[in-house]
């Protein structure tokens, strides 16, 4: 649901800092990794992935936005 929000508001960039995300993907790609050396269950693989992808979409969100907003400040400082 904070994806959704997010991309309602385009507010991501501003929301969330680039440092938490990666510190955030490097837990859960971790985590994954434990997962597949250790021969967790499949449903904690499976998990796992769905965080590190959920991961990828923020990130994605966060760099779209932030390019976007800047992108949106030079057109207004131009005019």
């Excluded at 501003?14 to 597949?36: H, M, R, V």
């Excluded at 449903?43 to 994605?60: E, H, K, L, P, R």
């Amino acid at each position: 649901s904070q994806i959704y929000v997010a991309c309602q508001n385009g507010r991501v960039d501003q929301a969330l800092s680039l440092g938490f995300l990666l510190c955030w993907i490097a837990g859960d790609l971790t985590n994954f990794i434990g997962c597949y050396l250790t021969n967790q269950l499949p449903i904690q693989i499976v998990t796992a992935i769905f965080y590190v992808n959920m991961d990828i979409i923020m990130i994605s969100q966060f760099v779209y936005y932030k390019l976007k907003n800047q992108k949106m400040t030079k057109c207004k400082v131009f005019q």
